[in-house]
């Protein structure tokens, strides 16, 4: 138990569903992240929130919209996603952004099948 | 910028022997640098992280890594692997524009009975 739980563990959706992940920390950090992993990429970065205000969209597609509307919550809205986006998502929370020792703390994930 | 490279994508010992999972970075200004592990289908745990204090940081589970700044080195080591090391393993160094990790590719530890 990391202090970070993720929702829901496993989604399968459809190329024209509208789904949403979600994600809420218990730790009082103020920063949160959105991570991608997939098979054939390393962890990629996707957002990063710092005291609710989006702080890095690091290129995404916008397909995939972030919602923070706390700092103890965060979503990821997904609509009309593409086969290739099925992937394992990562959510994390840290104390603070920016270059520091301070751990990131990760959440179990959530499996992304599209269909 | 920083960047992580991990040696090995896939890394088999057996029972007991030492393991050792290999890193390296490369960072113009001095590192953050992480250790995580992650058992299958689960997330990301951290095992031990380096700060600037001391060069040997021991970790969780028996680990631990020494940073060596002539070597841009960060390797994990544990002197005897059990089972329940079986994992991937992922360097990482805290950095990018808003401080967050950034991850090697990962390397698969399996361990023989």
């Known amino acids: 138990e990391t202090g970070v739980t993720q929702t829901p563990r496993h989604l399968v959706m459809g190329m024209t569903n509208k789904k949403s992940l979600k994600c809420e920390q218990h730790?009082?950090?103020?920063?949160m992240y959105w991570y991608k992993q997939s098979a054939k990429k390393p962890l990629e970065l996707m957002f990063v929130y710092s005291l609710e205000e989006r702080v890095e969209n690091n290129s995404v597609p916008s397909r995939f919209s972030p919602e923070c509307p706390n700092s103890s919550h965060l979503f990821l809205h997904l609509h009309t996603l593409q086969p290739e986006d099925s992937a394992l998502y990562l959510c994390?929370?840290?104390?603070?952004?920016?270059?520091?020792?301070?751990?990131?703390?990760f959440g179990e994930g959530s499996w992304l099948t599209v269909v | 910028a920083q960047s992580v490279t991990q040696l090995g994508s896939h890394v088999s010992v057996s029972e007991g022997a030492l393991v050792l999972l290999r890193c390296n970075y490369s960072s113009s200004v001095p590192p953050y640098l992480f250790w995580y592990v992650q058992y299958p289908n689960q997330g990301l745990q951290l095992l031990l992280k380096?700060?600037?204090?001391?060069?040997l940081v021991k970790g969780i589970n028996g680990f631990e890594a020494e940073f060596k700044k002539s070597e841009t080195s960060f390797h994990l080591t544990k002197p005897s692997a059990h089972m329940s090391d079986a994992a991937e393993y992922f360097c990482a160094v805290r950095g990018g524009s808003q401080g967050n990790l950034i991850f090697g590719k990962g390397t698969k530890l399996s361990v023989k009975p």
């Open positions: 730790l009082g950090h103020n920063a």
């Open positions: 994390a929370s840290s104390q603070d952004t920016g270059r520091s020792g301070n751990t990131i703390y």
């Open positions: 380096y700060t600037s204090a001391a060069t």
